[in-house]
């Protein structure tokens, strides 16, 4: 119970300390007006819905044509190439080095017209248009001579995936510092991605459960989305011209990563067992992203990601249900999804409302978005432990109760003679001595006749008792059937087992029992044998069994002795 509180308590803490570092972060690479010397121009945007030429937009004579937008932001919906304008309500000197800033531009164009030039300038995170001097947290574009009030930049923006950008104008050293950040950011995000799929790898070589397959498989394929939807592998010139050329790259990624995150959650949660109707609508959902992710290799048509969108809702409905129902049936990995999946699912659904412009997300949101797929992996591994721990404790369960008498409390038959062999065989390789005590208990058919089964059972227990509180730390008692019972000695002389054999004869003789209002003496027949050179264990079982008959033909409270060779018996 304490242990798992402290899981449950390690995790929480864990939840608190990303989100604190989150917001941190977020607030340090937010610029803003106040924490700088230059006093940054709000920024007017607008968009011209018509198809122009170049020549027409830059010239000024659509002007009128431009449509005004609300907020600082670009978001074009459309995949072909529309236009943008931009203007400042106040004046921004070239001595400060202005940057006009679009933030997270994914696969986002932009072909930049300024004032007086009569060429763009062309940015995107990959290929041939990226500014290595910058990072892939945006695009920049120098306003070298600065920008008067109402002078207009146009912007002709190619938005494949209908990503939006938040527009800022920053100084040189702004951009630097935020950009140091960044990098820290995603560095520490995608090395804990990459860092869990190992450990997840290593336990799935280790350990052969399949969950494990499934969660490298995920953790990858998110590492894979977010390096190449982010940018982050530009720094690799084939990727990047890969990328460069075909966004289709990051959608492959992201499938992968939902259709292997679905076949786990389905295995993890024991679907198939526990809830099979939900299995069979989770498994037509995984066979349309295989569909999609096939039809993602074809076509880099938009239908492929709003059909993966709309089948991703679907899906996760089902998982949040799966879960629920779970939690209410006290499944511990119930509770593992949910408490990784709401924070992820949570920002999810505000990217997914800027996306389509319900409303605008927060400026740390590109952070702690892939923040919390790493905690979620984090989570689940954390879960994935508890489960193979859960069934550990099942199985050390199950063996002991296998290898423990139940009426007793002694060792069972298979476990006593499983421990006489290793013994046998220690005594051989080590050359020590090694004696073994076999008993019943006198008249024991009698005493279940005359006061009943349930008094029988009760002295076989009192007996056990007795006879255990004897023995050393590492002797070993168990039952060997019906009355009989059986002690291995290790590193033991025959006339050292036959003291011991006394001593438990004396323990159980020495007073009477009292069970169930009744009051009887019990003795003991005992017989010795000491392991002799070349023995095996069945063979010390016939001398010890014939030592112990040999006792009850002497008479009462007689402990019998075989010697080694076999000589003759030694009675005490």
């Known amino acids: 119970m304490v242990q798992g509180t402290c899981r449950w308590r390690g995790v929480w803490l864990l ?17 803003s007006a106040s924490s700088t010397s230059v006093e940054l121009a709000q920024i007017r945007v607008a968009r011209l819905d018509a198809y122009a030429g170049s020549e027409a937009v830059v010239s000024g004579s659509l002007d009128g044509n431009f449509i005004p937008m609300d907020g600082e932001r670009i978001h074009e919906r459309v995949t072909t190439a529309h236009w943008w304008r931009i203007t400042l309500n106040r004046p921004v000197a070239a001595s400060t ?18 004032p007086g030039q009569h ?43 209908a990503t939006p950008m938040d527009l800022s104008i920053e100084t040189l050293g702004m951009v630097h510092r935020a950009d140091l950040i960044h990098v820290a950011w995603r560095s520490a995000l995608l090395g804990g991605l990459a860092l869990l799929a190992i450990l997840a790898l290593g336990f799935w070589i280790g350990m052969g459960e399949r969950s494990y397959a499934y969660l490298t498989l ?12 982010g940018g982050d592998l530009r720094i690799i010139p084939q990727l990047a011209e890969l990328m460069g050329a075909d966004w289709r790259l990051p959608r492959l990624f992201s499938l992968v990563a939902v259709l ?14 526990r809830q099979p109707t939900l299995l069979k609508v989770l498994s037509v959902c995984c066979g349309l992203f295989g569909l999609l992710t096939v039809a993602n290799l074809v076509t880099p048509a938009r239908w492929v990601t709003v059909s993966a969108m709309l089948v991703l809702i679907l899906a996760t409905a089902v998982v949040l249900v799966a879960a629920l129902r779970g939690c209410l049936q006290r499944q511990r990995s119930a509770f593992f999804v949910l408490l990784s999946w709401l924070p992820m699912m949570s920002l999810l659904i505000v990217r997914a409302g800027e996306m389509i412009d319900l409303w605008v997300g927060p400026g740390w949101l590109h952070h ?3 923040a919390t797929f790493v905690l979620s992996g984090l989570i689940i591994m954390i879960g994935l432990s508890d489960t193979l721990q859960q069934l550990r404790r099942e199985r050390d369960r199950v063996s002991r109760k296998a290898s423990i008498d139940l009426l007793t409390g002694a060792m069972s038959r298979q476990a006593i003679e499983d421990r006489l062999k290793a013994c046998v065989e220690n005594a051989r390789i080590d050359g020590l001595p090694l004696s073994i005590v076999f008993f019943d208990v006198d008249r024991f058919k009698r005493i279940n006749d005359e006061y009943g089964h349930v008094v029988g059972d009760a002295c076989l227990r009192i007996i056990t008792q007795r006879t255990r509180n004897r023995l050393r730390t590492y002797d070993s008692l168990g039952r060997w059937g019906g009355d009989e019972l ?17 001593n438990l004869r004396s323990a159980v003789s020495c007073r009477p029992l009292s069970i169930e209002g009744h009051r009887f003496d019990a003795s003991l027949s005992l017989g010795v044998a000491q392991l002799a ?15 112990l008959y040999a006792s009850k033909a002497g008479g009462r409270n007689r402990v019998t002795g075989r010697v080694p060779h076999g000589a003759h018996p030694q009675n005490a």
């Open 260 to 273: 292997s995150s679905l076949v786990f959650l389905s295995h993890y949660l024991e679907l198939r067992t």
């Open 218 to 229: 995920n953790l990858l394929a998110q590492f894979g989305y977010f390096a190449t939807s």
């Open 533 to 547: 050179d070349g023995e095996s264990a069945i063979q010390l079982m016939e001398q010890v069994d014939i030592a």
């Open 119 to 161: 060429f763009p300038i062309t940015r995107a995170l990959i290929g041939g248009d990226a500014d290595p001097a910058f990072s892939s947290r945006a695009l920049v574009i120098p306003l070298a001579a600065g920008l008067r009030v109402g002078e207009p930049i146009y912007l002709r923006v190619y938005s494949p995936r």
């Open 15 to 31: 939840l608190i300390l990303l989100s604190a570092v989150s917001m941190s972060c977020a607030s340090v690479a937010r610029p």
């Open 486 to 502: 059986l002690v291995i000695l290790p590193d033991t002389h025959l006339d050292e087992g036959i003291g011991v054999a006394e």
């Open 368 to 370: 702690a978005l892939p």
């Open 97 to 114: 080095e202005p940057q006009l800033v679009l933030q997270s531009p994914g696969h986002n164009r932009v072909e930049a017209w300024l």
